[in-house]
């Protein structure tokens, strides 16, 4: 069937569709997503190595990279990502109106930080991308820069995806348990107010099916109530950022000795605060996380420029990677009412990667995939989940990025009673991770 083409050398509008003749829409589209609190550090001021620092953090090879970023000062990483992913193709990096939050905070007194998104799309298949849009939230003054952004994309006319790039609250869970519902309704309902914008001030002649326009963004049960969070709005969530959730079962000497002894499965089945939050279905019910990679150590909270630490050759790696003994800065103390002068931490996974698939059926053909890698000499397969410990430049903050990778596959229409014999067989609900 012919289409009419709009040529662009960027996707500079949400409803703008270009078409490339050789793309079979039945091939798998491979998904890097990332997540890094960068500590309001700047590893590229200075364009000289930017390469070098990027390539340690993503890989060539991908069709579309999300990267959330906490804590950021400019955005010039966006900047070095372009230009390291065109060396191996012809990317572009997705316009995004409200992708950040801004705010005063730790180590930015005099200047703001932010939290963050970004995407770019390989040229080859921007044409089965549309329906792009971006909403922010934030906590107000006092929380700084913390907050969340979430964009939308639509993929061949079907199935809608949600990235979440948020920082959320240290110190408190219960404050934390209520910000992630609060970004789960508040940027489902900016996203559901930015397509309702983008539909009537369009001018273009693109035509959207009436399914189209029902099923992106909230929708409507049959009892007439609309929906207002993001598993029930769209197909896929991926939600990523700096979590802030720590293992506070344990002293840090505990996690550092059990960390030197190779105990991190142990240590995080058996420690993770998120873990049991989410078991006790306090925060992000009917989420999932990948299984981390066997050598994902905690991302946080690191000595900045620590250099190259071998954790398999280096029986000490832990106390000289992580700082638990924190000095509490002066403000902190002033506006917190604090008198103690440091502050013992441990070591914790942050930043997280979580996902929510609905049931494959008529109306979500693609499903989402991790990938998986060989590990070790035995070339054990493992989930493509991990952080990044080494290499220039991913040391300059007191996180560690992190990042997933996924494949998303069209499903035949043959395979769905499949899946639906699956789903009844688990007894899982419509909105089980896939």
């Known amino acids: ?124 298949i921007r044409s089965r991308i549309s329906k792009i849009n971006c909403t922010s939230c934030g906590f107000g003054m006092k929380s700084g820069s913390k907050g969340g952004v979430a964009c939308q994309i639509c993929l061949d006319d ?103 002894d190779g105990k991190i499965k142990e240590l995080h089945e058996k420690h993770d605060s998120l873990i049991q939050d989410m078991r006790e279905c306090y925060v992000f019910p009917n989420f999932r996380e990948a299984e981390k990679h066997p050598e994902f150590c905690p991302s946080y909270k690191k000595i900045r420029n620590r250099g190259e630490i071998n954790m398999n050759e280096n029986s000490n790696w832990a106390k000289q ?16 009412f604090r008198t103690k002068r440091y502050s013992m931490k441990a070591p914790g996974w942050t930043d997280r990667i979580l996902l929510h698939s609905k049931r494959v059926d008529e109306d979500t053909l693609h499903t989402l995939v991790v990938e998986e890698k060989e590990w070790g000499k035995g070339g054990v397969r493992v989930q493509n989940y991990n952080v990044v410990n080494n290499g220039l430049g991913m040391d300059v903050s007191d996180h560690s990025p992190v990042y997933c990778t996924f494949s998303i596959q069209k499903i035949a229409k043959l395979d769905l009673a499949k899946n639906e014999n699956k789903g009844s067989a688990s007894g899982h609900s419509r909105r089980t991770a896939s």
């Open 1 to 124: 069937m012919n289409r009419r083409v709009h040529r662009s050398s960027s996707l500079d509008d949400a409803t703008e569709r270009l078409t490339v003749s050789n793309v079979n829409n039945d091939d798998p589209i491979r998904l890097w997503v990332g997540t890094w609190n960068i500590g309001f550090a700047d590893p590229f001021e200075t364009q000289r190595k930017n390469h070098k620092i990027i390539e340690n953090l993503i890989p060539y090879g991908y069709d579309i990279y999300v990267l959330g970023m906490q804590e950021g000062v400019t955005e010039r990483i966006y900047d070095a990502i372009g230009k390291y992913l065109n060396d191996s193709g012809q990317y572009n990096r997705v316009p995004l109106t409200d992708n950040a939050v801004y705010g005063f905070g730790d180590g930015a007194l005099t200047s703001k930080k932010y939290t963050g998104i970004a995407m770019f799309v390989k040229d080859t």
């Open 158 to 260: 079907h199935t809608t995806f949600a990235f979440v790039s948020c920082h959320l609250e240290a110190n408190n869970v219960d404050i934390r348990r209520k910000q992630v519902s609060l970004l789960d309704k508040n940027l489902c309902e900016g996203l559901r107010l930015r397509n309702s914008l983008s539909k009537s001030s369009s001018t273009r002649s693109v035509s959207y099916s009436k399914e189209m326009s029902f099923r992106l963004g909230p929708r409507r049960f049959s009892s007439g109530l609309i929906t207002t969070n993001l598993t029930d709005s769209f197909d896929h969530v991926i939600w990523m950022g700096d979590l802030n959730y720590r293992i506070t079962s344990l002293d840090p000497n505990g996690v550092l000795k059990m960390l030197n």
């Open 321 to 336: 990677t992580y700082v638990t003994k924190y000095k509490i800065p002066l403000y902190k103390r002033v506006f917190r």
